[in-house]
């Protein structure tokens, strides 16, 4: 492996529009496009392999891996192309790669095929707006989107906090300040704390990780900014229920009080194979926070919050997950056999009978 080798078959990655890229001892590369892993035709790769890759992406971010890492973040771009999300890990011993592909381009959202209320939402003066969904489903893509709607839309000053900095943003009307965990700061929690000096209208975390990052982003939301970040979760509930879980039992019920009150919005996303199989399609949940659902969230009451959002759709613009396949399996867009695979309810095929 050689520096040539490497950056042709990440030109490929980008030229076959794959998301992901993997480099393993006694494996060929893997690519995964439309969410298939494809095995690729060339040469297994050696340990002498995979350390190359792992040290020339750690040479690009001016740092070196640190001799006892199990697994360890970084970022990785090409001289005419984009940018490149690095997992670095251990496996058996050996150095294992994965390289997600950043678009070098910001899509909008109808671009990406996301709801048009996003424009709303990102609209709100302060509070948080979260963005959540499985590894892989376009959280970072979709909250990118929104920063960048809000950077060509205001004159506002945008803070993000990155592990590691995906998207690169010029600033339009917006002043846009990006930083890197581990490079440009030692961690979420003291940018969080430093940002709040740094006269910001709009603060994007990467992740909410840990107590510390979630308690700040609350308190950031509290105190007049608009706060973006993500959770692996899988829909607007168990966000909920994830944050509080963070902490201590003796402390939820005033958390739920606090989340009541500066939760603007979530926006859940599954990323779905069209009919015809050439393509991903997402499928967003969004729940905006009423009064009704403000209750909910005070009194504990998570599992009622589904049905409001249904039930919210006309007049807040907001859909649940089966709604929004329910519409998708109508246009023809999407397989029932796919809708069946994401969807969470039992009773998706008769739902679908009576629309």
């Known amino acids: 492996m050689d520096i040539k080798t490497l950056n042709q078959i990440l030109e490929i990655a980008f030229a076959k529009r794959v998301s992901d890229v993997h480099f393993e001892v006694n494996n060929p590369p893997f690519f995964r496009a439309h969410g298939q892993l494809l095995r690729s035709k060339l040469a297994n790769l050696t340990a002498a392999d995979t350390e190359f890759?792992?040290?020339?992406?750690?040479?690009?971010?001016?740092?070196?891996?640190?001799?006892d890492f199990n697994e360890f973040d970084a970022s990785y771009s090409l001289e005419n192309s984009g940018r490149f999300r690095v997992s670095i890990f251990k496996q058996r011993g050996n150095i294992g790669i994965v390289m997600r592909v950043i678009p070098p381009e910001i899509?909008?959202?109808q671009k990406l095929k996301l709801p048009a209320v996003l424009s709303e939402i990102v609209k709100a003066p302060n509070g948080l707006v979260l963005v959540t969904g499985p590894t892989g489903n376009g959280k970072s893509t979709t909250l990118a989107s929104m920063i960048n709607y809000i950077n060509e839309k205001y004159a506002y000053n945008i803070i993000t906090i990155?592990?590691?900095?995906?998207?690169?943003?010029?600033?339009?009307?917006?002043?846009?300040?990006?930083?890197?965990?581990?490079?440009?700061?030692a961690d979420f929690g003291s940018a969080l704390k430093a940002s709040l000096r740094m006269d910001p209208d709009v603060i994007m975390v990467g992740e909410l990780r840990d107590l510390e990052t979630i308690d700040a982003c609350i308190k950031a939301a509290e105190t007049g900014h608009l706060v973006f970040s993500t959770l692996h979760t899988q829909n607007a509930a168990s966000t909920i229920n994830r944050i509080i879980g963070h902490f201590p039992p003796d402390s939820q019920e005033i958390i739920r009080q606090r989340l009541a009150d500066i939760l603007v919005a979530t926006v859940s996303l599954r990323l779905v194979e069209s009919k015809t199989g050439d393509n991903l399609l997402p499928v967003v949940e969004v729940m905006r926070t009423t009064t009704t659902i403000q209750a909910c969230i005070r009194e504990g009451n998570l599992e009622e919050i589904g049905n409001h959002i249904e039930k919210g759709t006309a007049q807040y613009q907001m859909q649940s997950m089966d709604q929004h396949l329910i519409q998708l399996c109508n246009k023809g867009l999407i397989s029932m056999r796919e809708a069946k695979r994401i969807s969470t309810s039992m009773d998706l095929e008769r739902k679908l009978t009576f629309t």
């Open 53 to 67: 890759i792992a040290a020339t992406i750690m040479k690009k971010n001016k740092r070196d891996l640190p001799a």
């Open 107 to 109: 899509g909008d959202f």
């Open 162 to 185: 990155e592990d590691p900095i995906e998207f690169l943003f010029s600033s339009v009307k917006s002043c846009i300040i990006q930083r890197e965990v581990g490079i440009d700061t």
